[in-house]
């Protein structure tokens, strides 16, 4: 699995501003899929994000995110490579708080 791109989505919508940003990991799109997935989440402050992606097995698969990143909406597109078809899970993590969704990578 390979990270396509990492973007900064600003959240300064007129419905953001009437809602505070919170931490949050939705779910992945399309789901299933076959070779390119995007990943969505919030984080509500500066922080370091963790973005990783485990095999049913718990080995650690790839790191999307390693870095610190400002509060706001962000996507990170996935092109799914070599790996095997089946069902992976995916971790975000700051020092405050961690959600974990699953995938199907059908190939």
């Known amino acids: 699995m390979t990270v396509v791109e990492s973007v900064n ?3 300064t919508t007129d419905e953001d501003k009437t809602h505070a940003i919170t931490f949050e990991l ?3 799109y ?3 899929f076959s070779e390119t997935t995007m990943i969505r989440f919030s984080i509500p402050d500066y922080t370091t994000v963790s973005l990783t992606v485990f095999d049913l097995l718990g080995r650690k698969v790839m790191s999307l995110v390693d870095k610190p990143l400002g509060p706001g909406s962000h996507s ?3 092109d799914a490579g070599s790996p095997i078809s089946g ?3 995916y971790r975000l993590a700051t ?3 961690a959600a974990i969704r699953t995938m199907l990578l059908v190939k």
Request: net charge neutral; aromatic share 6%.
């Open 9 to 11: 989505v600003d959240a």
């Open 26 to 28: 939705r779910q992945n």
């Open 30 to 32: 399309p789901n299933p």
């Open 76 to 78: 990170i597109s996935l």
């Open 87 to 89: 069902v992976y899970i």
């Open 95 to 97: 020092p405050n708080a």
